[in-house]
């Protein structure tokens, strides 16, 4: 089971993040669903949305049925239309299964591989539509920025499962340590990496390499959405050691 600090925000306004981001992936997608995805290689604005609809109604039934063992996934439709419906129904029904469960009654999640608070949902789900809203807005030409307490937040989850991921599929790079600074809400993080582990403490202890920027941009660099010379990005230190975390194919 990976431990995963407390969150930054409450159940409800993980709650409200997904209310908002996550018609608008669906507004986005609507306007040309054909559109590659550059962050995401290989897909389109309308893969986009059929992997977030997917996504939704899979943990809306875990939640609604507060399931113990994993659930299955769903079925996504053939036609655009459907999906488009399809998405907009399994959005409201999460929303509704999320705000119905209280936050400490046990589900099961894929980071404690059996039931635990549902907690994690409200969060995870908020950070996964985030960060696909900004995927699928920026393949259309719109640069919205993650709300910057979700973003500080996201960077916290990250952190916390990204050596969960790690472990199942070691990275034969990974090497060194790494500080990671969100210079808008003074938070950093040092990260000692190794192919098959990471461990992670709070605050910059002299680390190989660091890399500053606001919690957006920070977090979308940690997902592998923004390169190192991407503006707004400031990389100090050893190189190699910020490129052997770019190839992580996790999130």
């Known amino acids: 089971m990976i431990q995963v600090k407390p969150e930054l925000l409450e159940p409800a306004e993980f709650i409200e993040h997904i209310r908002i981001d996550g018609p608008a992936v669906l507004a986005a997608g609507k306007r040309a669903p054909s559109t590659p995805v550059p962050s995401c290689p290989g897909w389109t604005a309308e893969t986009v949305v059929g992997h977030l609809g997917g996504a939704y109604w899979w943990v809306e039934g875990m939640v609604r049925d507060r399931v113990t063992e994993m659930g299955e996934f769903a079925e996504k439709p053939e036609v655009w239309g459907a999906v488009c419906a399809w998405y907009e129904k399994g959005l409201s029904s999460l929303v ?137 990005i400031d990389v100090e230190g050893d190189s190699s050691v910020t490129e052997a975390w770019s190839t992580l194919k996790f999130g």
Not at 154 to 169: K, N, R
Not at 200 to 208: F, I, N, Q, V
Request: zero cysteines; aromatic letters at 8%.
């Open 96 to 232: 509704r299964a999320l705000a119905g469960v209280g936050p400490d009654e046990l589900v099961w999640n894929w980071s404690a591989m059996g039931p635990a608070p549902a907690r994690f949902w409200h969060r995870r789900m908020a950070h996964e539509t985030a960060i696909h809203r900004w995927d699928i807005e920026h393949a259309m030409g719109i640069d919205n920025a993650i709300d910057t307490t979700l973003a500080a937040d996201g960077i916290d989850e990250y952190v916390g499962i990204v050596p969960f991921w790690v472990a199942l599929t070691p990275q034969p790079e990974l090497r060194g340590t790494l500080g990671l600074e969100a210079t808008d809400v003074g938070v950093s993080y040092t990260m000692s990496l190794a192919p098959d582990h990471i461990e992670s403490r709070a605050g910059l202890d002299d680390p190989d390499a660091v890399v500053r920027a606001g919690a957006s941009d920070l977090l979308l660099w940690l997902v592998g959405r923004l390169d190192a010379i991407s503006e707004g």
